[in-house]
């Protein structure tokens, strides 16, 4: 079965960097579409970027353009994000997303999502 | 990029049914048949429940139904249950591969 497992959160003092990982399997990861989406705690969900397939597109939210950077290895089926300059405005769990349609973009929606991974920003 | 706007929550009884809306612009849920509806049961990970305004996907009940007026999208959940208690979100396209949410809305069965 389709199956999205982020890794990679944990406490981060501010100004420092991350990198999220989200390892993905049961379908053929190097042709979809892939998003990152946070939720801040007690807060709703807020969509962060877009790769598509090929990695060669890559689209962010206003919030976090020029700190984050997306990308992917379709040879290890795992999706990235690198945050850098971290703000506790930072501080969410973190969602990797499929995006519903073989080669197409842009992925107009979210079909499946993992389980989150937690990103705390303090000193 | 700003948040689409949904009522912070709503309310009814087993059997009844219920809309949540969500409002946004001719930028966004009004200039595109792009919105999407997802469930967020607290502590799990949101789940599609409504795609491209009204398609459901594979799995989801029938009770779950949308639709869209202008700027103006809506879920509808007829015959609510006891576990459709959760939140739930809108999302649509704006254009330039961006997305944008809804604040969501906290469904309570009473």
């Known amino acids: 079965q389709v199956q999205l497992v982020e890794s990679g959160g944990g406490v981060v003092q501010p100004g420092r960097s991350l990198r999220l990982s989200c390892a993905a399997s049961?379908?053929?990861?190097?042709?979809?579409?892939m998003h990152w989406v946070r939720q801040a705690p007690g807060k709703g969900l807020e969509w962060v970027a877009v790769i598509s397939s090929d990695g060669n597109n890559n689209y962010y939210a206003d919030s976090v353009r020029g700190r984050f950077t997306i990308s992917r290895d379709n040879s290890k089926n795992t999706l990235y994000l690198l945050m850098n300059s971290l703000t506790a405005e930072d501080t969410a769990v973190y969602y990797c997303?499929?995006?519903?349609?073989?080669?197409?973009?842009?992925?107009?929606?979210?079909?499946?999502w993992g389980k989150g991974t937690t990103v705390t920003v303090s000193s | 990029q700003s948040a689409l706007t949904q009522p912070a929550s709503e309310s009814g009884s087993p059997g009844q049914s219920i809309t949540i809306s969500c409002t946004g612009t001719?930028?966004?849920?009004?200039?595109?048949?792009?919105v999407s509806w997802y469930q967020q049961h607290p502590g799990k990970a949101p789940k599609l429940m409504i795609y491209?305004?009204?398609n459901r996907p594979s799995g989801v009940s029938n009770r779950f139904s949308g639709s869209k007026s202008g700027n103006t999208a809506s879920l509808t959940i007829s015959g609510l249950q006891a576990e459709d208690e959760a939140d739930y979100y809108c999302s649509s396209y704006t254009g330039s591969s961006t997305w944008v949410f809804g604040g969501g809305t906290k469904l309570t069965v009473l």
């Open positions: 001719s930028s966004d849920v009004g200039g595109y048949n792009f």
């Open positions: 997303a499929k995006g519903p349609w073989a080669l197409s973009y842009p992925p107009l929606y979210m079909d499946v």
């Open positions: 049961g379908f053929t990861f190097s042709t979809y579409g």
């Open positions: 491209d305004v009204s």
